[in-house]
């Protein structure tokens, strides 16, 4: 089983991530954000990916520290779970409809951190959530698990709905991604490592 932990305080942030590559989708989330909760909990479903997140921080300020460290400390412990690598598919790419939203996910688990995101979102809010943050949780995941991610709003207008395709396509991006080929003897590249 590919299972790692992780813990991460600052004075600003005190975030405790578990996660089991090849789980089912069960979640455990538990932060003040609730709306990134509820993302948190889609991703897990849709990677199948068992996730135990507990985290809390300055949210008196706003969500940005807490939000951006979740992405900091899942994307550092998603890299330890899958060890060296060896045997996984390696690129992962997916479509998600959400009502009249349409996301798209790529990734590539590389080595090189590197994202692309294009998203533009109706709103400033959902919740008590800054939209803006979407973005910053991606790009933390994406530099601390050290792949390439690419992610597209392709059309939407409700901006709950665009949020949720993303992260839906996300999960079953990075899914694809970091299962295991039967047929992949060693590591997935003519270099020998990522």
Known sequence: MRIAENYRSTKETQIKVKINLD??????IKTPAFFLNHMLNLF???????????????????????????GIVLGETF??????????????SFYVPMDEALA??????SGR??????????????GDFDVELVEEFFRAFASSARITLHLEAIRGQNTHHIIEA????????????????PREKGIPSTKGVL
């Open 104 to 109: 798209f996910c790529a990734v590539d688990i």
């Open 113 to 126: 951190p590197f994202i692309v995101f294009d998203a533009v979102f109706g709103r400033d809010k959902v």
């Open 23 to 28: 789980g089912e989708g069960e979640s455990n």
């Open 166 to 181: 993303l992260f839906k396509a996300f999960g079953r991006a990075l899914k694809e991604a970091a299962a295991v080929d």
């Open 44 to 70: 897990s479903r849709h990677s199948l990916f068992n996730l135990d997140i507990e985290a809390d921080g300055d949210v008196e300020v706003d969500f940005h520290h807490l939000t951006e460290d979740i």
């Open 79 to 92: 890299l330890k779970a899958l060890g060296q690598k060896e045997g996984i598919k390696r690129y992962g």
